[in-house]
């Protein structure tokens, strides 16, 4: 069984948002009938669901195989901010990242995780984009990556003091992100930015892109297994000696793409 790893990675102020992703993964899941295992970066989030799996089982799967399995990647605002950081895996390895911001970015980085040019991050948001987009020149297409940005002006407290800095500070980070990444990743990070201004637009923002991105890992894996099965058909033996392999011969000659990455 094939699995789809996805890392949906989020702050505190977007609450609302993760919950309508969750909600939605599920629902296109169930659509599309693939089943899902959901898993959680906060323990506690995770102990209130009390079924992490949908759709029929994988076993009665049998048209494609695939096993959904969506990662909520919550960060929190803590002094143990780099305990939290040592759980991030590197974004390359998912097939598809997803960021919601609004006033804040990602928590700071661990030392030892690093850019791909081998400098530190600003923030684990820069973190998970910066290897997605590096990977995805390697193996275009892979991973994926969608970038949900709230465009309404939050409400800032005025007291205490210390909050209404904290909160400015994070806001401005928020718009120097934006501004470094736009210019240094060029169209593909841009393609990858999606606005929105209410829950609801984001709602229907995802829906429309979440159901395209699952139907397509479908479509290439009905696809994959209908091209293998015509060719063991045509050629029982998948070693071709001194022939090379061509594009007909896919369905036997892949496979380590995650593994390379």
């Known amino acids: 069984m094939k699995r789809i790893d996805i890392l949906v990675s989020s702050s ?67 002094k143990a901010e780099p305990e939290y950081c040592e759980h991030i895996l590197n974004p390359g390895q998912y097939d598809l990242v997803i960021n919601i911001l609004w006033s804040r970015l990602g928590i700071r980085s661990a030392p030892m995780f690093v850019m791909p040019d081998g400098g530190q991050p ?70 990858c930015c999606h606005d929105y201004r209410d829950l609801e637009e984001f709602e229907n923002l995802f829906r429309e892109h979440f159901r395209d991105f699952l139907a397509r890992q479908l479509d290439r894996e009905i696809g994959l297994r209908k091209a293998l099965r015509k060719v063991r058909y045509l050629e029982s033996n998948p070693f071709r000696g001194l022939n090379f392999f061509d594009f007909e011969h896919g369905a036997l000659y892949h496979g380590r793409t995650k593994a390379v990455a």
């Open 122 to 191: 600003r923030s684990a948001t820069d973190y998970e984009v910066a290897w997605v987009l590096d990977q995805s020149k390697l193996t275009p297409g892979f991973p994926g990556l969608l970038v949900y940005r709230n465009r309404a002006t939050p409400a800032a407290p005025l007291e205490p003091r210390e909050k209404r800095e904290n909160l400015c500070r994070q806001w401005d980070a928020v718009q120097q992100f934006f501004t470094a990444w736009e210019k240094n990743g060029g169209t593909e990070f841009r393609d």
């Open 12 to 78: 505190e102020d977007v609450q609302n948002e993760r919950s309508v992703a969750e909600r939605l993964i599920r629902w296109v899941a169930a659509e599309l009938d693939v089943p899902i295992s959901v898993s959680y970066s906060n323990w506690l989030r995770g102990s209130q669901q009390k079924d992490k799996t949908t759709a029929r089982p994988a076993s009665d799967n049998g048209e494609h195989g695939l096993l959904l399995c969506p990662y909520f990647w919550e960060h929190q605002d803590s």
